[in-house]
């Protein structure tokens, strides 16, 4: 049973545009969350984290949402740029720093020019 | 430049033999981890070490083995008993678990049974 779910396998957006990228698991006890962005053929790349005691996180054009009652969280890209085209994996982890970390399928998602 | 090395990017294995796919990190870290990405099914951790000389099992271990004598070394061996080996292999590392400054991933290597 997966405890980290990606539900929409992939997404396309227009250049310039919001991608909003969802996340949803399964077990009360995550307490950080984390999204890694990949290229074909390449490793992921760790992109933003969020702790539980926060519900958003910023960096640039990435923000993280947390909705800690719905066991939700979501990625805004804004602007979304082609060079996001991308599959973008969502992941979480317990509470002490040698939890192991669960990762989401992944969404892929195209940025249309 | 520190990083994690994965090699070789691609391998091709006959059935019924063990192959083993290396990974060497120059970042200090302590903890390493092999992931097996399928299509549809994201990250699968097989094996993961937190300190030398100690590993534990993950989620899909059957089939694989590891060792981590040195740091900065992590090799999986894939070994025969593994029934469908065809897979992306992901080698990482962290300090203490990673959940705050996340992974490092190596870039991969792509194993396919011939």
């Known amino acids: 049973d997966q405890q980290v779910k990606q539900n929409s396998p992939s997404l396309s957006v227009q250049e310039g545009r919001i991608s909003i990228l969802n996340c949803d698991y399964t077990?009360?006890?995550?307490?950080?969350f984390l999204w890694y962005k990949k290229y074909p053929a390449e490793g992921p790349t760790f992109l933003i984290s969020?702790?539980?005691?926060?519900d958003k996180n910023e960096d640039g054009r990435f923000t993280v949402f947390l909705n800690k009652s719905a066991k939700h969280l979501s990625l805004h890209i804004v602007p979304s740029q082609p060079g996001d085209s991308a599959v973008y994996f969502c992941a979480a982890s317990g509470k002490t720093s040698y939890d192991k970390v669960i990762f989401g399928p992944g969404t892929s998602l195209s940025v249309i020019p | 430049d520190g990083g994690i090395t994965q090699s070789p990017k691609y391998l091709f294995r006959k059935e019924g033999q063990n192959v083993t796919l290396s990974c060497e990190q120059n970042l200090n870290h302590d903890a390493m981890y092999w992931y097996r990405q399928d299509p549809g099914q994201g990250l699968r951790l097989i094996y993961y070490?937190?300190?030398?000389?100690?590993?534990q099992k993950g989620d899909i271990a059957e089939g694989y083995s590891v060792s981590r004598e040195k740091k900065e070394s992590f090799p999986l061996t894939v070994t025969s008993a593994q029934k469908n080996p065809t897979a992306f292999y992901l080698c990482?590392?962290?300090?203490?678990?990673?959940?705050?400054?996340?992974?490092?991933f190596g870039s991969g290597t792509r194993l396919t049974v011939v």
């Open positions: 969020i702790s539980s005691i926060k």
């Open positions: 070490s937190q300190i030398v000389n100690d590993f």
């Open positions: 077990n009360s006890m995550f307490d950080y």
């Open positions: 990482a590392s962290s300090i203490a678990g990673g959940r705050t400054y996340g992974y490092t």
